[in-house]
């Protein structure tokens, strides 16, 4: 059951650089090394707003998860590997006593999942969304 919920989203933005400035080429791929580093910086990022052991009452979650969705969007924008990639970053911070969660998509090689899931040691949970994709989409062949 959701106890407490407050989240901040920042909407898909397009990345400066696009498809036709690299020749019509898609991006290559990440191989699972390199999206786990870019989850372990989000993470930093969340670790960064939300001490350990602070519990849900303590936080201005209003503020924290306006800033962690915005740094994070930062940190993806600024990530070499993502260059021609539209974002999207959801950041919840929430209290729970239990949940479940399933999440079923159809990417091409080019779109990445890099949401993350974090909780301190006083039962406060962040959910970090985060969606990049090619710009313009590319379909699989």
Not at 87 to 115: E, H, R
């Amino acid at each position: 059951m959701l106890r407490s919920l407050v989240g901040s989203e920042m909407c898909i933005r397009d990345r400066s650089r696009s498809m036709a400035e690299s020749g019509g080429e898609a991006p290559h791929g990440m191989g699972p090394e390199e999206q786990e580093a870019i989850k372990q910086r989000l993470i930093g990022v969340i670790q960064e707003f939300i001490p350990d052991d602070d519990k849900f009452a303590a936080i201005d979650t209003k503020e924290a998860s306006k800033s962690i969705s915005e740094k994070s969007f930062h940190v993806l924008k600024e990530t070499p590997e993502l260059e021609g990639h539209k974002l999207f970053v959801k950041a919840a911070i929430l209290q729970v006593n239990g949940f479940a969660i399933s999440n079923n998509t159809l990417w091409s090689p080019q779109d990445y999942n890099l949401s993350v899931s974090w909780t301190n040691s006083a039962g406060c949970t962040v959910w970090l969304t985060a969606l990049v994709n090619p710009n313009p989409p590319v379909l699989p062949q």
